[in-house]
């Protein structure tokens, strides 16, 4: 397409790697939010007719708007843990910030991993305790938390196992799937034997794209959100 074909504006879905590196391959060239520039973090890209490239980010707000749309409910006294470390880690620990926890934990396969995102977040996130969990010490983690959010590749099978414990999860707790690493060994099945609850990961990544979608156009996220969330059903978390 030539600059005479472009009517926009454009929407540019980022994946990945790309979610983090945005911001070093457009350098000044883009506008870009401040959330993004504090997070590192970018959702998408808006081209516009006349304009410069617009990087934004709307993670986290279409994650809150998601749980109070589904009246999830969790014990605010209780922390926040995410199970992998990834592009998406630093995303994913501010939405659970702005769900009110105060404390959060970051455990993965790799250690070293580890320490280097907790550091990494306790330069962007204030007003909550982030603390590394070893990856030996996932199943001595004490009973407190309310919101899991497992991000673990599927192959790790030994960390998968130790997930299977859900020591760490509270009664009543809620986990969500993001990478898909417990659909195998069907460990939904035991977070609700265990008296937890389940949110869809695709659900939230319907609310992500409404609100994507919203930014640009302009139009209300949540019935679009509705939409989207009944087409991402049979989807799987890859």
Known sequence: MNESEFKGPMLVRLFGRSNTQVLSWLSAQAKVAS????????????????????????????????FAHHKLTYDLSGAGIIIGVN?????????????GLKRLFVVDADDRKTEQMVQILRRRLFGIDIQTVARVALTQVPTEASVAVCLADPKEEALIEDISYLNFLKERGLWIDWS????????????????????????????????????MTGQKPNELAERLAERYKGLTSS
Request: proline share 2%.
């Open 35 to 66: 959330e993004v520039a504090v997070l590192g973090y970018g959702d998408g890209i808006i081209i516009e007719e006349g304009a410069g490239p617009r990087v934004v980010g709307v993670f986290p707000e279409a994650f809150v708007a998601a």
């Open 87 to 99: 592009e998406e880690t630093r995303v994913i620990a501010a939405s659970l910030s702005r769900l």
């Open 180 to 215: 898909g690493a417990g659909e195998e060994t069907r460990l939904q099945d035991e977070v609700m034997s265990a008296g937890s609850e389940t949110f869809s990961a695709n659900v939230i990544r319907a609310w992500r794209d409404a609100w994507l979608v919203a930014t």
